[in-house]
């Protein structure tokens, strides 16, 4: 705990010694003035010689060249600006249509890929009808297969009837001229 006080104690005396030099440095500079000098244009050195009249005009008249120069280099250069800036606008209509045609085919395969999934679901929903349709024609041609039989068991079996019905009435006719003859 020593060892902590004592850094605590040092490292708040470098803050108060910090703040204290921060002041004093602010109090000095607050003191100081700018030099001035009022006379500085007198200590320039030698004074300046006007113009006559002819250097006058010959130095307006290479400027008014100069200026006619520069305002033709910057129509030249504003020409080649505008063609830039026609190149630009040709190069960014042209990706436009790029990318329009390119979002174009995208939707047209979308289009195209959703069209074969459907006739794909289509033929799918047409294989399992197809194939109801399979079976339910073959349980009825079983049906009729069973209906048949069954005719041709009932007609067996009508014909067994009256086979059964015909001998019943040739033993009762026997019988009969049996107890006939036994009268």
Same mark, same amino acid.
């Not at 004592?6 to 108060?16: I, Q, Y």
């Not at 006559?52 to 520069?70: F, G, V, Y």
């Not at 049906?143 to 014909?159: G, L």
């Given at each position: ?101 390119? =979002? #174009?085919?995208? !939707? $047209?395969?979308?289009?195209? /890929? @959703? &069209?074969? +999934?459907?006739?794909?679901? *289509? %033929? ?19 049906? =009729? #297969?069973?209906? !048949? $039989?069954?005719?041709?068991? /009932? @007609? &067996?079996? +009508?014909?067994?009837?009256? *086979? %059964? ?19």
């Amino acid at each position: 705990m020593d060892i902590v006080e004592r850094e605590h104690k040092d490292l708040s005396k470098f803050a108060a010694q910090v703040l204290e030099n921060q002041s004093a440095d602010r109090d000095v500079k607050e003191k100081k003035k700018p030099y001035v000098n009022p006379e500085r244009v007198k200590t320039s050195g030698a004074q300046r010689e006007k113009l006559s009249e002819e250097a006058l005009a010959e130095r307006m008249q290479r400027t008014k060249e100069q200026n006619e120069k520069i305002k033709q280099r910057r129509i030249i250069s504003g020409m080649h600006i505008h063609n830039d800036i026609q190149a630009d606008e040709d190069a960014f209509k042209k990706t436009q249509e790029a990318d329009c045609e390119q =979002n #174009e085919k995208i !939707k $047209q395969r979308r289009i195209d /890929v @959703q &069209a074969d +999934e459907d006739a794909f679901k *289509k %033929t799918q929903e047409a294989d399992r009808v197809r194939q109801a349709l399979a079976e339910r024609i073959q349980r009825i041609k079983e049906q =009729n #297969e069973k209906i !048949k $039989q069954h005719r041709i068991d /009932v @007609q &067996a079996d +009508e014909d067994t009837f009256k *086979k %059964t019905q015909e001998i019943d009435r040739v033993r009762q006719a026997h019988q009969r001229k049996v107890q006939a003859g036994r009268r």
